[in-house]
């Protein structure tokens, strides 16, 4: 199971750090990640790290978020700095190992301006 948390309001310029522990712990993933999702757009994507340690970012977060994996915690992190209005989502984390694909349950994230 994945558990995210630490989302919270934030004015704009602010940073947060969100957290997702994985209790079964991440070894042996092929993908973590973190996505978001507003009531107006589908989920994106918004950081993730492959099996082969690539790490991606789009465009829309490239510079400001950083996701990272800490092996002795079992947590997912994403240090997200400068943030904008147009961040205000909910964030989900997710983690792919053997075929199965497992979600955090979300944690809200609100700039404001």
């Known amino acids: 199971q994945l558990q995210a948390s630490w989302g919270g309001l934030v004015q704009a310029g602010g940073s947060l750090r969100l957290s997702c522990s994985a209790s079964g712990g991440t070894f042996g993933y092929n993908f973590v990640g973190w996505y978001r999702q507003t009531p107006e757009k589908q989920r994106e994507l918004v950081a993730a790290i492959r099996a082969d340690r690539t790490i991606t970012y789009p465009d829309s977060t490239k510079g400001r978020f950083t996701i990272s994996r800490d092996v002795r915690k079992n947590t997912i992190s994403l240090q997200m700095n400068s943030l904008k209005p147009e961040d205000t989502a909910v964030y989900y984390c997710?983690?792919?190992?053997?075929?199965?694909?497992?979600w955090g349950q979300g944690t809200l994230v609100t700039v404001s301006s």
């Open positions: 997710k983690m792919t190992r053997a075929g199965v694909e497992t």
